[in-house]
């Protein structure tokens, strides 16, 4: 049984329903075989030695399952977990408690670890990696640095922007593991799982239907599929059938390519405003008022994977499979989303 200590309440993190959705175990985990099957190597060979895991970096985009693995990981080497968040941890003295309390081969998982404030970061250096806290005692000539050792610990962070992490951080991870987008398939046994945990009933066409619309992303999916689950139970039996999947998709705004409204929003606005680029994501953004950051964090990365937008060295430009699901004739533009001069 992991046991799990929340010093500080976490932020960024799901809510509690999605909670109740996540693998307990690595068995349990659908997807990411590749990185599961390198923690489990790792897992074992701690466990042979006696020592404790080395510390683990996982970064990705959000919604992949990074989270769920810091949580199994524990619960496969039978150790204790305190979680915590990034954002929180702003000073050294942040991080005291959770180090103190830090068992013997437990593990500490911190979320959203780009978001650490410096000084907190510095300390943990030595935490990391000699498993001891360097405590300043006074002031000034007459201040003395205190050496407390620390049972040995995992630190586990996540991040979905690695680039972010400084180098003396990055590299005192010994295991670094990056998530990636999921398999149709993949996605289609998790839904059917997530709707079993939900007790609710739903047919294979319907299950591979809401995957499909789910961009890859087991978080989306979830939560598409409690709103499926939702709109099953008002307007239909509360089963989902394929039919009812595709309606209740309909009324939440997820086209048949599995687009939102945001995404077809950043589309429209590349066209309309931008005549399909060049254009700078900043400016993008204050176009649609919203931040850059959500852009590039919440939609791109499912827009660029699929082939909807590029990336040129002068900005962000549709593709022809954009024009032409925005019902443009594609020949009208060149290769750039300029007309054509003919």
């Known amino acids: ?61 959000p919604g992949l399952g990074k989270t769920t693995l810091a949580t199994c990981i524990p619960a496969e080497m039978r150790s204790d977990l305190q979680l915590t968040s990034g954002p929180l941890l702003k000073k050294p003295s942040d991080l005291v408690p959770y180090l103190t309390n830090a068992g013997e081969n437990s593990t500490l998982f911190i979320d959203e670890i780009h978001r650490l404030a410096k000084p907190a970061e510095e300390y943990l250096y030595s935490a990391m990696e000699d498993f001891r806290l360097d405590i300043l005692i006074g002031e000034g000539i007459g201040a003395r640095t205190v050496n407390m050792p620390l049972k040995p610990f995992t630190l586990i962070g996540a991040t979905t922007r690695a680039g972010l992490l ?39 066409p319907a299950a591979e239907l809401i995957a499909s619309r789910s961009r890859g992303t087991p978080r989306v999916a979830n939560n598409r599929l409690r709103w499926v689950r939702d709109f099953a139970s008002s307007k239909a039996d509360g089963r989902i059938s394929v ?90 533009f060149d290769g750039f989303g300029q007309p054509r001069l003919f």
């Open 243 to 332: 039919e009812v999947a595709e309606a209740a998709l309909k009324m939440y705004g997820i086209d048949q390519a599995g687009l939102g409204p945001m995404d077809r929003k950043y589309l429209t606005t590349l066209v309309n405003v931008f005549n399909g680029g060049p254009a700078g994501i900043e400016a993008i953004g204050h176009t649609m008022n919203i931040s850059s950051d959500t852009l590039e964090d919440d939609v791109e990365p499912f827009l660029l994977r699929s082939g909807w937008v590029v990336r040129s060295p002068r900005g962000r430009v549709l593709t022809d499979r954009a024009y032409q699901h925005l019902g443009i004739p594609h020949d009208q």
């Open 166 to 204: 400084s180098g003396p951080l990055r590299d005192r991870f010994q295991i670094r593991e990056h998530v990636d987008f999921y398999e149709l398939s993949e996605m289609t046994r998790i839904v059917h799982r997530s709707a079993q945990k939900l007790s609710v009933e739903i047919d294979d």
């Open 1 to 61: 049984m992991v046991k799990e200590t929340v010093l500080q309440p976490t932020s960024g993190g799901d809510d509690e329903h999605n909670v109740s959705l996540r693998p307990k175990t690595l068995a349990e985990v659908i997807g990411q075989q590749d990185v599961v099957d390198r923690l489990r190597i790792a897992i074992a060979a701690a466990q042979k030695r006696g020592e404790p895991l080395g510390h683990i970096l996982l970064d990705g985009p």
